[in-house]
């Protein structure tokens, strides 16, 4: 069946987009490739790997623009997730990991290649000590998209 608004065609282009370009982003800023990308919640005791990207499909919204097109509001975060170094080697990673996805963002066009009409990047939150452990970061990524459908 082919749907009017297909999620998961979205959620999964956005996944392989990130997944199969970001690598080069981090050879050239020379820092360790990611283990893994993972579709699920954030879960420390889950996963364990030194270097993780979570991806967060918060939510879909529409509006209506004519009797023939709505407009779709679409919001996400990436969480960028790193242990198993010194703190400061840590915190000097993530903030280099966050620059490459912003660089990924902004040299697409802001909308992943074309996946959406529009977006931004509209907020950068650094945990230094998540769950209370210095040798645990995090960076959440927020991102706004909208298209006519």
């Not at 050239?28 to 699920?40: G, Y």
């Not at 992943?112 to 945990?127: Q, S």
């Amino acid at each position: 069946m082919d749907f009017l608004m297909d999620y998961e065609a979205k959620e999964t282009a956005i996944k392989n987009f990130i997944s199969e370009r970001l690598p080069q982003y981090l050879v050239d800023a020379e820092l360790p490739a990611v283990d893994s990308f993972i579709d699920d919640f954030l879960d420390f005791d889950k996963y364990k790997a030194n270097t993780q990207i979570f991806f967060d499909f918060v939510n879909w919204t529409f509006e209506n623009l004519t009797n023939e097109s709505n407009k779709l509001n679409f919001r996400m975060s990436v969480y960028i997730v790193l242990r198993g170094a010194a703190p400061e080697t840590l915190r000097t990673n993530l903030l280099k990991y966050a620059a490459c996805v912003y660089q990924l963002f902004s040299e697409t066009g802001g909308n992943f290649g074309g996946i959406f009409d529009h977006g931004l990047l509209t907020e950068c939150n650094f945990y230094n000590a998540a769950e209370g452990h210095k040798e645990l970061k995090v960076c959440e990524i927020e991102f706004e998209f909208e298209s006519e459908i």
